[in-house]
């Protein structure tokens, strides 16, 4: 990207095959949303550091993080396939965002509270920026997906076939399809008084239907609803023998229905057919005061998730006005909450095609995760963690370490006790299945399950009765504090004593996201640090008084007070002519004490390196304030998600992982622990990996002090990409 063009200058977009640009107006390449920061005049150096003016607003920042990953769906260094992913990935971060964030919003405003973060902006003004954002972003995404992506994908075989473009036998083929699929499970609902409007679910896609004529019962045509087959994938691929020679074709569940609507209403006319889809709150609330069973309160929620009040409106571009207005007055929605879209209104299910298409040289290169050498000399886990500390960085190193640790302590006759944290986990887990197997074979085994990790209460209240029904104990955490450290634990008979064994990850125990997100994983058999697992656990499943922790920080209890005191450490040596460098790599930093620590860090001359995946409240570079702080976001093929945290501290270096981002949430209402890489070898490792990232110039992104993000180019240099180089220096290319 040209960092040299003036921000109001629009970008290129590059030209079709064959020379045939893609639109006379180009779509905007650089990324100059606001993160909410009003402009204002510069802070003088003694500023009280709680000042409004030094933060950024925490849902624009996150809203910022998003439209960095739309980004990556005009970057050409993807492949196309990918390229596709991260459009799609937009659409499903941004339901979440609506979802979560803006329903929260909303809320606030509903019950009168004004309460706003360390940046000083109302609920009111936050919700008119997101706004505003969105809807340029939601526009640009479509804009994206129609004039780059999908005459892209035709040139390269894969067709979406639109209804005006299906031929004779697709349209025969479709009639049959929607004769024997769509029509049997089909429901619609006529509007009138016996049937009013149906509440609809979360996300679910529909259709407003205008009709005319009269029904079998004398009633008058008026408006309809058609939820669509919730069962039905969304894209159909059409037969091959149907598909243009060397040509993979694709039609929409939602044209099929478009296309034969008029048979869902025999008998009257069809005057206009239109695609909706509203997103509703689906934020959880489980007030500790009033529940004896957590998951039976969850239970119930997850229900009413569905069902949530409404937060967005998509509906198809060609909606008319009275048609929309209909719907935001059934939905008790704002005109600013209506989006209107040039495509389908649920483009996240579009994700099918992704595993449908085999098209390898349209995607990433494929890779063997690698292994550390001492794992490669060694059949048992155990054995190697007994020899020394070992570090896998994933995906660059292989996840099967991790879930072999736990067969082998399942079956190893030895083994007394395994315990361990499970906060998102897959639906049919190695790891569950270890542990099952684990208790079968008489281990006492304790799995602490948070229930509440959210999205996935449902598949963690699956897996919690299965263990249950093994005979494990199962723990739902603390009511108040949702438990989010990634610890396993394993006590062993060696020679008429017991040993003690752990993992500790920055990640979570999910062999797939572990092929996907950068984490790390410390295997130790260091008696002080398992130890302190080993309390952490009796915490959670007890109670009683905190104990005294020697090696891990713990929140609630220990990990912000000592975050602060190590940043302000470095603040010290600068103050005294020392060389002071702190790198924090994590995916949020929101948390207004933590950024005041690094502000006071910058004043004394610490040179500050952030990594920070997602959202930043922090503002850079403001003389006399944040000079020496840089912030970079890396957006890559992995979604970066270790948490690491690394000290100069005048040459006696400390490097540490976290399961904690440096947010409130973290330090304060979660049980989260920090582990200091002990093994020198190790923390220089980590250091390495750190400092690749710092010399990113393909996937990076910096932070400016007026909020905007511009991606780093390599200009004349050589292009670096910290992914890249990691997965050559621990992974095998295929």
């Known amino acids: 990207m040209d960092e040299s063009r003036s921000p109001d200058s629009p970008a290129t977009v590059e030209s079709l095959p064959g020379g045939e640009a893609i639109t006379e107006t180009p779509i905007p390449r650089l990324n100059q949303t606001r993160t909410g920061i009003k402009p204002k005049s510069l802070p003088d150096p003694e500023a009280d550091l709680s000042d409004p003016g030094l933060y950024f ?339 660059f190193h292989s996840f099967s370490p991790v879930e072999e640790l736990l067969r082998e302590a399942a079956r190893d006759p030895d083994v007394l006790a395994i315990k361990q944290t499970l906060y998102r986990t897959g639906a049919d887990s190695p790891i569950v299945n270890a542990l099952v197997e684990a208790a079968g074979n008489g281990k006492e085994v304790t799995v602490v399950i948070e229930l509440r990790a959210r999205f996935d209460e449902a598949d963690n209240l699956a897996l919690a009765s299965r263990l249950q029904e093994a005979g494990a104990i199962v723990i739902y955490g603390v009511m108040a504090y949702k438990t989010h450290a990634k610890m396993m634990h394993i006590v062993r008979r060696e020679k008429g004593q017991l040993r003690h064994y752990a993992h500790l990850g920055t990640g979570n125990y999910h062999s797939k996201t572990a092929k996907l997100y950068t984490d790390y994983s410390l295997l130790t058999a260091d008696p002080v640090l398992c130890a302190d697992v080993h309390k952490v656990f009796q915490q959670l499943s007890g109670m009683g008084r905190a104990r005294k922790i020697e090696k891990l920080l713990h929140a609630p209890f220990t990990l912000h007070e000592r975050l602060v005191a190590m940043i302000d450490r470095e603040a010290e040596h600068a103050r005294k002519g020392k060389r002071a460098h702190l790198v924090i790599k994590c995916n949020s930093l929101t948390e207004p004490k933590l950024i005041q620590a690094l502000y006071r860090a910058s004043q004394a001359g610490v040179e500050c390196d952030l990594i920070i995946r997602g959202m930043c409240c922090l503002r850079p570079g403001l003389p006399g304030i944040s000079e020496t702080i840089r912030v970079r976001s890396i957006i890559g093929r992995f979604l970066e998600h270790t948490r690491v945290f690394h000290f100069h501290n005048d040459g006696k270096s400390e490097t540490w992982g976290s399961s904690a981002d440096f947010m409130a949430r973290n330090m304060f209402h979660r049980v989260e622990t920090c582990f200091p890489l002990l093994d020198k070898k190790l923390a220089a490792q980590v250091r390495k990996d750190l400092e690749t990232y710092l010399v990113d110039n393909c996937q990076s992104w910096q932070l400016r002090p007026d909020g905007t993000y511009v991606k780093q180019s390599p200009g004349e240099a050589a292009p670096i990409s910290a992914q890249e180089t990691l997965l050559y220096a621990y992974a095998a290319r295929a």
Request: hydrophobic share 40%.
């Open 57 to 395: 607003n925490r849902e624009l920042s996150h809203l910022q993080f998003n439209v960095r990953v739309l980004e990556q769906a005009l970057d050409e260094a993807h492949p196309l396939l990918n390229r596709l992913m991260f459009l799609l990935i937009f659409s499903s971060n941004m339901d979440e965002f609506f979802e979560i964030r803006v329903a929260g919003l909303k809320n606030q405003v509903m019950i009168g509270d004004a309460t706003s973060g360390a940046d000083g902006r109302s609920p009111r003004s936050v919700l008119a920026e997101i706004s505003q954002i969105a809807h340029e972003q939601v526009e640009r995404q479509y804009r994206i997906l129609n004039e780059a992506l999908i005459p892209a994908l035709e040139a390269q075989g894969l067709r979406f076939r639109r209804r005006g473009d299906w031929t004779e036998a697709q349209r025969d083929w479709v009639r049959d399809y929607f004769e024997t699929e769509i029509m049997p499970v089909i429901s619609p609902i006529g509007l009138d008084p016996s049937h009013p409007f149906p509440r609809l679910v979360n996300k679910s896609l529909n259709f407003i239907v205008e009709l005319e004529g009269k029904d079998a019962f004398g009633r008058e045509g008026g408006l309809a609803i058609l939820p669509a087959p919730r069962s039905l994938p969304r894209v159909i691929g059409l037969p091959e023998e149907l598909c243009e020679s060397g040509f993979a074709e694709y039609v929409f569940l939602s044209s099929m229905i478009h296309a034969h609507a008029e048979e869902v209403f025999p008998g009257m006319k069809v005057r206009g057919c239109y695609q909706f889809r509203l997103t509703r709150n689906a934020d959880l609330s489980v007030d500790p005061e009033d529940v004896s069973d957590l998951a039976s309160a969850l239970r119930g929620e997850l229900l009413s998730r569905r069902y949530g009040s409404g937060v967005r409106l998509e509906v198809a571009d060609n909606c008319p006005d009275d048609l929309a207005e209909f719907l935001i007055k059934q939905f008790q929605l704002e005109a600013s909450d209506l989006y209107r879209v040039n495509g389908p209104v649920n483009l996240t299910r579009m994700m099918s095609v992704l595993g449908d298409v085999e098209r390898p040289e349209l995607c990433y290169r494929a890779f063997t995760p690698g292994l550390p050498k001492a794992l490669r000399k060694r059949d048992s886990v155990l054995q190697a963690m007994a020899e020394g500390d070992i570090l896998l960085h994933h995906p």
